[in-house]
């Protein structure tokens, strides 16, 4: 099977005439150098689509991009995509090239598609609808889990045929890193107007998925991703042996508070040989359920970011007026104070990351990117003056004044994390100790 079904091609733009195949685990395209696909095209977000075979279908996503991801001019959430349709993104349109896949007799292979997801945001039948939607959610982890399994005991087969019956299974006395880690989590809450859905996942390869739809007033929907540290990946881990997860029933259910509304959580993992599935439906939840679910929580909204989401969207919107007003206060007092223009980047960035899950953003959404790189390139310029002085002064042995540019440049760059921060640290311990000895 061909390891590539579909490639995209570069239709019109800066790039036009490149293709690009899309893997089976997806590709992210934006103006990001951490993205598959990066063009530096400024009407561009940094993360804005991710291209995703979903079986024999390929399905773009918008991550909750500034400019909005288009399908045939029109704007998305996600869409399946066939090989007429145009994806525009910034200055760039793409459309889509797909492959036959032919085994070695030349005989075409097709995949059965991906099961849909559905949502549904009425109550009419509602308790159908529900169970429905509750096996639609949970069959694609199952189909994992369940092709995992037989890769992993066709490959032990393949290896050992005679030592595979008496290999011992997985256990919780097993090293960590030897465990392979599935899991799936989903949060549903909603009544007859509004439908907020959580969804969070692990695939064994450590990517962590989150996929937040809020159909509120907010109607915001989040897309993100990313590979989990793998010192991290152990200690979530660890957490998950020691929760008390795998103790738990399979249901929990109770009664509505209110008609017509649902309180959902589900989760299902799969770590080393132990598999279990817990659902709890319109009750309180055990306590080992309660506890391990908010810490998958705090974990991906610490490792994504996204604590945002909590907030509703006016008091995010006010959030980032507020940062953009601190931002050009600092860039117009830059003279002022040498840590102003690092301040008035900090805020631009806390701008951003509140209107991170807000679309459309407000109108005063260019003016912070605007803003933001107009600062950047400013303080990048005046380190690179002010580092000049400061070797100047090294060269000519003028250890006082060395040592007065290089504090100029610490106070420039104030964060100790920053690499220049940490370079002109270095030279600034060196340069006071040679200064000390010229004073003997």
Not at 293 to 312: C, M, Y
Not at 359 to 372: A, L
Request: proline share 5%; net charge negative.
């Amino acid at each position: 099977m061909n390891s590539s079904l579909y490639e995209i091609i570069i239709e019109d733009g800066p790039f036009k005439g490149r293709r690009y195949p899309v893997p089976p685990e997806g590709l992210t395209l934006g103006r990001s150098s951490k993205c598959d696909v990066n063009f530096d095209d400024p009407a561009l977000s940094r993360s804005q689509c991710r291209f995703e075979p979903r079986g024999s279908e390929l399905w773009v996503i918008d991550l909750a991009s500034a400019n909005q991801t288009l399908v045939n001019d029109k704007p998305v959430d996600e869409a399946m995509l066939t090989p007429f349709d145009r994806v525009t993104v910034g200055q760039t349109v793409i459309c889509l090239e797909k492959k036959s896949e032919q085994d070695a007799s030349g005989q075409t292979i097709t995949e059965p598609a991906a099961p849909d997801v559905i949502i549904d945001l009425g109550f009419q039948n509602r308790e159908h609808d529900i169970e429905h939607e509750r096996k639609s959610l949970l069959r694609p982890a199952l189909w994992t889990l369940a092709a995992i399994l037989v890769l992993t005991i066709g490959t032990t087969l393949m290896l050992d045929p005679a030592g595979f019956a008496k290999k011992p299974r997985l256990n919780a006395s097993q090293p960590i890193k030897e465990k392979l880690l599935l899991l799936q989590y989903e949060k549903i809450e909603a009544d007859a107007e509004n439908i907020f859905r959580y969804e969070m996942s692990i695939n064994p390869e450590g990517v962590l998925t989150v996929k937040i739809d809020d159909l509120s007033g907010k109607n915001r929907h989040v897309r993100k991703e990313k590979k989990v540290e793998a010192t991290l990946l152990d200690s979530l881990i660890a957490d998950i042996e020691n929760s008390g997860f795998f103790s738990l029933d399979k249901s929990y259910t109770g009664f509505a508070a209110q008609p017509n509304t649902l309180n959902e959580f589900s989760l299902t993992i799969a770590l080393g040989s132990n598999v279990h599935a817990c659902r709890v439906t319109n009750r309180n939840e055990p306590d080992a359920f309660k506890a391990l679910r908010e810490k998958l929580e705090t974990f991906s909204k610490n490792e994504l970011g996204i604590w945002a989401i909590q907030f509703s969207s006016e008091k995010l919107v006010a959030l980032a007026h507020d940062a953009l007003m601190l931002s050009r206060k600092k860039f117009d007092e830059k003279e002022v104070r040498y840590g102003n223009l690092f301040d008035s980047i900090r805020a631009y960035r806390e701008a951003l990351f509140y209107l991170d899950t807000i679309n459309p953003k407000p109108d005063f959404y260019n003016s912070i990117i605007d803003g933001f790189e107009a600062a950047e390139n400013e303080l990048e310029k005046r380190y690179q003056e002010q580092r000049f002085r400061a070797d100047r002064a090294i060269n000519l042995s003028d250890w006082a004044a060395a040592a007065r540019e290089l504090r100029i440049l610490c106070e420039m760059i104030p964060d100790r994390a920053d690499s220049r921060n940490q370079e002109a640290a270095r030279k600034l311990l060196d340069v006071e100790n040679r200064l000390s000895k010229t004073r003997r």
